[in-house]
């Protein structure tokens, strides 16, 4: 994960292990490297900037307080920084309702069916959540089928109703049902296009406006780098979501999503999903993950 990253932020951090101390100098230097290394990762401009202007003047002002070697130093406040902008502590999902009724979002193909199913098995496992799948995707029948497939792998209940072609009728029909079924969690898969439009906006936001749900969650394919934080901006201006899920993070993805898209919705990273298979999903732990990039 994110290994060209790693790689060129250890080199340009290695660089001052070799100084016997910070200055305005060399952290210049430094700092020119790792902007260039979060460039290339796909990280926003702007963010860039702002992230190595932060890490330079803690990076100065600490200097003089600390036994820490510069390399040292400077390590611990990239990983403190990169924390921080990926959003500081874990965010846990808010499952108070009765039942709980969690919105899935995002475009086709970002991994919204296969997220639904993984979130499933991931409380199933919790033992006090019993969840319902709800096939909202009136456009795809295989949308639908590939629900109940999901559904089938993992032991969970999938409602669905493939005569009716409104999405808000289903999913209050589905929270309907779970309530019927004695669920305690429905999770809401919606359908999704190719690249926002406002047709697509207008549905998930009805039935956002219709269900009120404890949780609206955004996913997005990270290897869609820039556009993945673009797709966020726009699904946030309409949805106003919870949190986000960043998937297919096991590819070969550079790290720019994950880094950038807390700051740009300002809107934590909840899951993320690093694999096909129903197991492949993680909480997101900023702090974790930068222990991961920087090694
Ligand atoms: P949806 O259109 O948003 O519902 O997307 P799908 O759930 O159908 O996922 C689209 C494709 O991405 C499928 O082939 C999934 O198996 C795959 N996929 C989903 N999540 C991940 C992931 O975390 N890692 C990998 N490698 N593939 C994933």
Redesign the pocket.
């Known amino acids: 994960m994110f290994d060209n990253l790693s790689d060129k932020l250890d080199k340009a951090l290695h660089n001052l292990k070799g100084h016997g101390k910070i200055t305005e100098i060399n952290v210049a230097e430094t700092m020119k490297e790792v902007r260039r290394a979060l460039l290339d990762a796909d990280v926003n401009f702007k963010i860039a900037k702002e992230f190595t202007n932060t890490v330079r003047e803690k990076a100065l002002g600490q200097n003089v307080l600390t036994n820490l070697k510069p390399g040292q130093l400077m390590v611990k406040i990239v990983k403190d920084e990169l924390t921080e902008l990926m959003g500081g502590d874990a965010a846990e999902l808010n499952l108070t309702g009765n039942p709980s009724v969690i919105l899935m979002s995002?475009l086709?193909?970002?991994?919204?069916?296969?997220?639904s199913g993984k979130l499933a098995n991931f409380l199933l496992k919790k033992k006090t959540k019993k969840p319902l799948l709800v096939a909202c995707d009136v456009y795809r029948p295989a949308?639908i089928d590939?629900l109940h497939i999901v559904g089938e792998q993992i032991g969970v209940e999938v409602y669905s109703d493939r005569g009716n072609t409104n999405p808000v009728a289903i999913a209050k029909d589905g929270i309907k049902k779970a309530k019927e079924l004695g669920c305690n969690v429905v999770i809401i898969?919606t359908a999704?296009r190719l690249a926002v439009d406002e047709q697509m906006m207008d549905e998930i936001s009805n039935i956002h406006k219709a269900i009120e749900p404890q949780e609206t969650l955004f996913?997005v394919d990270s290897m869609t780098g820039q556009d993945a934080v673009n797709t966020a901006k726009a699904f946030n201006d309409v949805l106003n979501f919870d949190g986000v899920i960043l998937?297919?993070?096991?590819?070969d993805t550079r790290g720019g999503a994950a880094i950038s898209i807390k700051s740009v919705v300002n809107k934590p990273i909840k899951f993320i999903?690093?694999?096909?298979k129903m197991e492949?999903i993680d909480v997101f732990y900023p702090s974790r993950m930068a222990d991961r990039i920087l090694g």
């Not at 086709?108 to 069916?113: A, E, F, N």
């Open positions: 995002g086709q193909g970002s991994g919204k069916t296969t997220f949308a590939q898969d999704g996913v998937t297919k993070l096991d590819g999903g690093t694999g096909e492949a």
